[in-house]
Every structure is written in C-alpha cells, then in structure tokens.
Nanobody
Framework: QVNLLESGGGLVRTGDSLRLSCQAS????????LGWFRQAPGKQREFVGS????????TASETSKGRFRVSRDNARNTAYLQLAELQPDDTAVYYC?????????????????WGRGTQVTVSA
C-alpha cells in the first residue's frame, strides 16, 4: 500500500510559478514511478509527467510545453512538480500517482495509487 499526499497548490497569477510536492509513504518506493496528472473541470485526467527511482523523468510535451519539470528526493520519499509560466489553461486539480514499474504509457487507468489532489488556479 502506498499513501500519497499532495501539497503546494493555490491561487496564482498568469506567468507565476509553483512547486507541488507529493509525500509518499507506506512501503519502499525503490521500484515505483511517481507521476503527476491533472484534471480540469469537464475534462479527462491527463498525464503531466513522471520520475523513476533513479531520477529518470519525462514530461508530456503537449501539456508541459517546456514549462514543467518533475523531480524526486528519495531520501524524503517526495516527488515534485515544478510549474512555471502558468496560464489560465493550467487551472486544474493536480494529482500524484504511483506505479510499480520503471515505465508507463501515461494512461491514468494504469496507475495503482492516487493522492487526493491539490487545486491550482491561475487567474488571468
């Protein structure tokens, strides 16, 4: 069992930056991907990025457009999502997820564990 707790969301202005955190607990996370998804009202949950134990990370290019970065601190069992140049279209609930694998297709249904999410709202 993996427990995930997101934090760091809030109300920001266009162009601002935020860093979201995902505190993981419950088991050793050595073989787990930690990932980030987001879901805007009326839209499907979409993949943002993920990071493996060894630090290898990917971000969804269409979602990130070069503005987001995923990282991980294994000593703290924490994953991070650095958001930059935020736009109103980035307004969504951001979720942390865990998958016991080194790779993922990015499909939400593949991921095993989920946090409750943290709201990010970007004002124009």
């Amino acid at each position: 069992q993996v427990n995930l707790l997101e934090s760091g969301g809030g109300l920001v202005r266009t162009g601002d930056s935020l860093r979201l955190s995902c505190q993981a607990s419950g088991t050793t996370l050595r073989e787990y991907l930690l990932g980030w998804f987001r879901q805007a009202p009326g839209k499907q949950r979409e993949f943002v990025g993920s990071v493996y134990w060894n630090g290898n990370s990917i971000t969804a290019s269409e979602t990130s457009k070069g503005r987001f970065r995923v990282s991980r601190d294994n000593a703290r069992n924490t994953a991070y999502l650095q958001l930059a140049e935020l736009q109103p279209d980035d307004t969504a609930v951001y979720y942390c997820a865990a998958l016991r694998s080194s790779t993922s297709t990015g499909k939400a249904e593949e991921w095993e564990y989920w946090g409750r999410g943290t709201q990010v709202t970007v004002s124009a």
